[in-house]
């Protein structure tokens, strides 16, 4: 079983950035991708941006494209989400998550482990 730990969100500005981290523990053997999801206050939870460990792949979801990016260390078991140009619909608690199987990389049901989060808070 793995445990996921999220850090670095925070109160900015519009068009100010943020960087989140995702540190991973426990047996991680089996995860093959990492994402990051996010839930707003009475929304539901929404795919951000995912990667592959193998390959390097990358999705994200539109709302960020060309703002975001997510990278990791294998080495250090943690994935990162550089957050840049962010505007207040970012607003929400950001999640990350480890996939261990076959299922759409997208969707939250691909995945089995998740951190508590960590809320990142976008002012106008």
């Known amino acids: 079983q793995a445990q996921l730990v999220e850090s670095g969100g925070g109160l900015v500005q519009a068009g100010e950035s943020l960087r989140l981290s995702c540190v991973a523990s426990g047996d991680t053997l089996s995860n093959n991708a990492m994402g990051w999801f996010r839930q707003a206050h009475g929304k539901e939870r929404e795919f951000v941006a995912a990667m592959f460990w193998i390959g390097d792949y990358t999705y994200y979801a539109d709302s960020v494209k060309g703002r975001f990016t997510i990278f990791g260390d294998k080495s250090k078991k943690t994935i990162y989400l550089q957050m840049t140009n962010l505007k207040p619909e970012d607003t929400a608690v950001y999640h990350c998550?480890?996939?261990?199987?076959?299922?759409?990389?997208?969707?939250?049901?691909?995945?089995?482990?998740w951190g508590q989060g960590t809320q990142v808070t976008v002012s106008s």
């Open positions: 998550a480890a996939r261990d199987g076959f299922g759409y990389i997208m969707s939250p049901s691909a995945y089995i482990y």
